[in-house]
């Protein structure tokens, strides 16, 4: 619901910032040139602008992200006409050419494309995590919100997996949303395979996403998710949903359904009380867990890292400061410790539609769990 919201509004937002925008290049030179010093086809001629601005962008990026555009636009023209107005006041600014309009453009084009570098490489982050209950060191690898085909197809994937095969781990975690409704069977098999080529120490385990299920059904992308689970089976992937695995007799393993099984796909899913029941407390456990929003009950329950996405680390600013208060999630990005149990949550190695990030970057997340 907050994602619907949040998009809901940016539509009424981008009407009003393309009204704004249109007003804005009313007052270019070349507007005036055009339409021969007649006020309603200089209107027109603005309003044709930012029509075909928008077209440009819808079509070349989506419709989402031609929205993202125009509003991003909106806003840095209303920062530079402010910033203009105050010069005027001091008697330091121009006042023959319309300077402000040309920095917003330019301010635009350069923060959408660091945005853009932001969402299209992926980065290493490290986290360390130090414990008495684990005898030894163990290197975590998590991938979450991979929504293959986004920014990058299933066969591009494997050049992350190589990556991630480089740091030597001893398991690799697949958080959630490894697939969109959007992703293509043959995107999906590539991706699988690629996951096949991976040799761990103790595995790959996969825990579902709200969007891996796929929301319309299979016939929009040719799978559903049991076909998803077909084909990460089939490359040795172990896909986990509410279960607990004892592994190596060193650790405890535990891969939650998404919480989108109680919200929206009339499902349920097993509590932590239940998933962590007959648990030796003296054992390390790592719990999947798509949607970080359970902070309480994964505390009270004792287990000792918490592995989520599904927040994409806020995506775009100001989403990240707003999020935690309109939201379930109890924590947007990073790392948090309460009381005894570690808490991460990954911006994702991808996107879900959006094809910028203001807010973070993408990654992938090595864990050290440095034991006695």
Request: negative net charge.
């Amino acid at each position: 619901m907050f994602w619907v919201a949040v998009f809901g509004l940016s539509f009424v937002m981008a009407a009003a910032g393309a009204i704004y925008l249109a007003s804005r290049f009313y007052r270019f030179w070349l507007m005036g040139k055009l339409a021969k010093g007649k006020k309603v086809y200089r209107i027109a001629a603005s309003v044709f602008t930012v029509l075909l601005l928008l077209l440009v962008t819808g079509k070349a990026l989506g419709p989402i992200n031609a929205v993202v555009c125009l509003l991003h636009l909106a806003v840095f023209w209303l920062l530079c006409d402010f910033f203009f107005w105050l010069l005027a006041l001091t008697g330091k600014g121009p006042s023959k050419y319309y300077y402000a309009g040309a920095l917003a453009i330019l301010v635009s084009v350069a923060y959408l494309g660091a945005g853009w570098v932001m969402a299209h490489h992926v980065w290493r982050t490290d986290y360390l995590v130090i414990t008495d209950k684990i005898e030894g060191d163990l290197r975590v690898v998590q991938v979450a919100d991979a929504h293959i085909g986004t920014t990058f197809s299933g066969a591009d994937f494997a050049r992350y997996v190589e990556e991630i095969q480089a740091l030597e781990p001893g398991l690799v975690l697949i958080t959630g949303d490894f697939v969109d409704d959007s992703t293509s069977q043959a995107d999906m098999v590539a991706a699988c395979e690629a996951l096949g080529r991976l040799n761990t120490t103790y595995g790959v385990y996969f825990a579902f996403g709200n969007h891996d299920k796929g929301y319309y059904g299979p016939d929009i992308r040719g799978y559903d998710g049991n076909g998803l689970i077909g084909e990460l089976e089939k490359n040795r992937v172990q896909v986990l949903q509410d279960e607990t695995l004892l592994i190596d007799g060193r650790f405890y393993l535990i891969g939650r359904k998404d919480f989108s099984e109680e919200r929206g796909r009339q499902g349920a899913r097993a509590s932590m009380n239940q998933l962590t029941q007959g648990l030796d407390p003296e054992k390390f456990s790592i719990v999947m867990d798509h949607q970080p929003c359970d902070y309480q009950a994964q505390e009270n329950a004792g287990v000792d890292l918490v592995l989520s996405g599904h927040t994409h680390g806020g995506q775009l600013i100001p989403i990240g400061l707003i999020n935690p208060l309109v939201s379930e999630n109890d924590k947007v990005y990073g790392h948090e410790k309460r009381g005894d149990t570690n808490f991460i949550v990954s911006s994702g190695i991808s996107d879900w539609e959006v094809l910028f990030k203001t807010g973070c970057r993408s990654e992938y997340v090595v864990i050290e769990v440095k034991g006695k």
